[in-house]
């Protein structure tokens, strides 16, 4: 072999190996393939696009304030914290419905569209720039953005979409609830580099949402493996992602730490929906596992930047002037965010599928002895109100749902109805069949200053709940596996809720799926049929607030309270657009997004704290969003 051959080979073998690497990032210019005609979505399809009847978002300067501030600057670390640490880092898949999980999917990933922060509405592109629909509304075009990029610098293309779909229909990933979603489509088609289409089985509402909201993984990682081999080997390993954050392999510390670094090659960084968003060049998550308290010291000493307080006596008494110095010379700044968060649901979840709660008596006694007003007034300072609904705070909620408060002579009717009248020695009520009203509930040590009233409350009654202590992560694999008699539920909620992941009957006696309290009822399921396949809103809501007067008949839950607004502590060294939160979006995910740090206050920070001077307290709420409703209405 002559040396020119030997050279040419090894430089063949050497782009070869460069390009096949994980994570070796490729150089691409912006744009189309130059192959890809524009009736293909190459280069042009801008100019067609409407006459090949896609649409996109049009947008106005309204519409802009509302993705960021023209103010933000980039830079810094944000260090959060946490008390449990995932599973996983999956953003799909077994055990991969935790907050954090949510978190990676919305940073380190991306949909074909996003909702629009002011409508809630899929219409913000993301990865797709175009979409359109059939008149039947069972078919979806999507034209991927041809300028859509990996973090390792190759192309987003259709078959990313197809293979996601695949994996996620993979019934080895152990998640049902993907295949109840994405199993009423027929397979998409990657009808070129560009475009792909999807037709759904039935017209339902709800299909656009689900399938426009789909996060997407890279094809040639997620061909290489089948569910299984992804669950166990993307577990603590990150794929590449095309958001604007990645967490590299190095930085993820095993139930200690993990962190998002900010790409300065997202694709998508220049758009207008993105160039004032995202602007932390890191967020570093600490966990200290189930201990809020040292949570809270290590934030005053200013080792966290910001916290969410969920502890009502932390916030009434300690979070003051009084006794936080920071406080008192507005080095850190105390927040309530007013905003319209839809409430979701809280309380006690009951595991319908066992002894003694699938007794309906039963549930119902449990709901007449929790005295959740009076926790309210001596525990909570009033900070909250009475939950009603499993749709709580938005327009799909019962206002004649029963309100199911503390009544003892009503429990005492249930309990009786029940079999249970007589106690043993012990005080603890028994039935004839020598079976004792005893239950156990899986708490994290963190809640048990919830937990431990309730059980005091019941045990006057003759009702022993055991309180069974333990971390978030087992906590929520039991609750998984259905391995629990009662739990402490706590659920995000929806401006549209996706009803059929709560109700479903076939998913019951499925794990990793939503419906853990194993409700079963064929009038739901045929309701749930009707309000997927009903298009017009108004009707779609009357249909919703039937199932949700039917499920809180079947009582899967007795409800807590439901916060009012958004507690925040943080140093003050941000700055943030006036609204401070999105409309309808978590906390965490707006300061993510929105806020930035602002080198004028770091500074002024320092200064105060180095000299030991006073800064000017801000105002305590935040009102926008109630004040912008009003200003509509």
């Not at 260090?79 to 799909?92: D, M, Q």
């Not at 993979?170 to 289409?197: H, N, R």
């Not at 909620?397 to 249970?420: S, T």
């Amino acid at each position: 072999m002559n040396k020119f051959k030997f050279y040419l080979i090894s430089l063949v073998l050497l782009i070869f190996s460069f390009l096949s690497a994980e994570f070796d990032y490729v150089t691409l210019p912006p744009g189309a393939d130059p192959s890809v005609s524009a009736e293909d979505g190459g280069n042009g399809f801008d100019n067609i696009a409407i006459s090949l009847g896609y649409t996109t978002m049009e947008w106005t300067p309204e519409d802009e304030k509302f993705f960021g501030s023209p103010n933000a600057i980039k830079g810094g670390t944000l260090r959060e914290s946490g008390t449990r640490y995932p599973p996983n880092l999956r953003i799909f898949g077994k055990e991969s419905s935790y907050v954090e999980n949510t978190t990676i999917a919305n940073l380190c990933y991306e949909r074909l569209l996003e909702r629009h922060p002011l409508t809630w509405e899929f219409s913000v592109p993301q990865l797709a720039s175009h979409w359109k629909i059939s008149n039947d509304k069972k078919k979806y075009w999507f034209r991927i953005n041809p300028d859509a990029r990996w973090s390792d610098g190759r192309r987003v293309t259709a078959d990313d979409v197809v293979a996601t779909w695949f994996l996620r229909m993979d019934e080895t990933i152990l998640s049902p609830t993907q295949q109840v979603y994405y199993g009423k489509f027929e397979e998409p088609i990657a009808e070129s580099m560009y475009i792909v289409s999807v037709v759904a089985k039935e017209a339902l509402w709800e299909d656009f949402e689900n399938f426009v909201g789909m996060t997407i993984l890279p094809a040639y990682y997620v061909d290489q493996v089948d569910g299984s081999e992804f669950l166990e080997k993307y577990q603590f390993k990150m794929m590449p992602g095309s958001g604007p954050y990645i967490i590299k392999n190095e930085d993820i510390v095993n139930q200690e730490s993990y962190k998002m670094t900010r790409r300065e090659n997202y694709w998508a960084k220049n758009l207008k929906q993105n160039r004032y968003r995202y602007n932390f060049d890191g967020i570093s998550f600490f966990i200290i596992k189930d201990n809020d308290p040292l949570v809270f010291e290590k934030f005053k000493k200013g080792e966290f930047d910001y916290i969410t307080n969920y502890r009502s006596r932390v916030w009434v008494e300690e979070c003051t002037a009084e006794n936080i110095e920071a406080i008192d010379k507005g080095w850190m700044r105390k927040h309530r965010v007013f905003a319209q968060r839809p409430a979701g649901t809280s309380g006690y979840g009951f595991n319908m599928r066992k002894f003694p709660f699938n007794d309906k008596n039963i549930r119902y006694a449990f709901g007449y002895l929790y005295d959740r007003e009076k926790m309210n007034r001596e525990m909570y300072y009033n900070q909250y109100e009475m939950m009603h609904s499993f749709f709580s705070g938005t327009m799909y909620e019962n206002e004649d749902n029963p309100k199911i408060l503390y009544n003892p002579e009503k429990a005492l009717k249930h309990l009786k109805l029940a079999g249970f009248e007589k106690k043993n020695r012990n005080g603890i009520l028994i039935n004839d069949a020598g079976q004792t009203l005893s239950f156990k509930i899986n708490a994290q040590k963190g809640h048990t200053y919830m937990v431990t009233p309730v059980q005091n409350m019941l045990k006057q009654f003759g009702v022993d709940m055991q309180i069974i202590n333990m971390d978030g992560t087992t906590e929520w694999k039991n609750r998984n596996e259905r391995n629990f008699d009662i739990y402490l539920h706590s659920f995000t909620g929806s401006v549209h809720p996706s009803i059929e992941q709560w109700f479903r009957s076939d998913l019951a006696d499925m794990n990793d799926n939503n419906n853990f309290f194993g409700l079963k009822d064929e009038r739901i399921d045929q309701l749930i049929i009707d309000y997927n396949k009903e298009f017009n809103l108004e009707n779609r809501i009357s249909i919703g607030k039937t199932i949700d007067q039917i499920v809180c008949d079947i009582h899967p839950v007795s409800f807590g309270i439901k916060r009012l607004y958004t507690r925040l502590l943080f140093w003050d060294k941000f700055s943030y657009p006036e609204y401070m939160l999105d409309r309808f979006e978590g906390d965490y995910d707006s300061i993510y997004k929105l806020w930035w740090f602002d080198p004028n206050k770091i500074n002024r920070l320092e200064d105060a704290m180095k000299n030991d001077t006073r800064l000017t307290v801000e105002e305590v709420d935040i009102r926008y969003w109630p004040d912008w409703v009003e200003k509509q209405n």
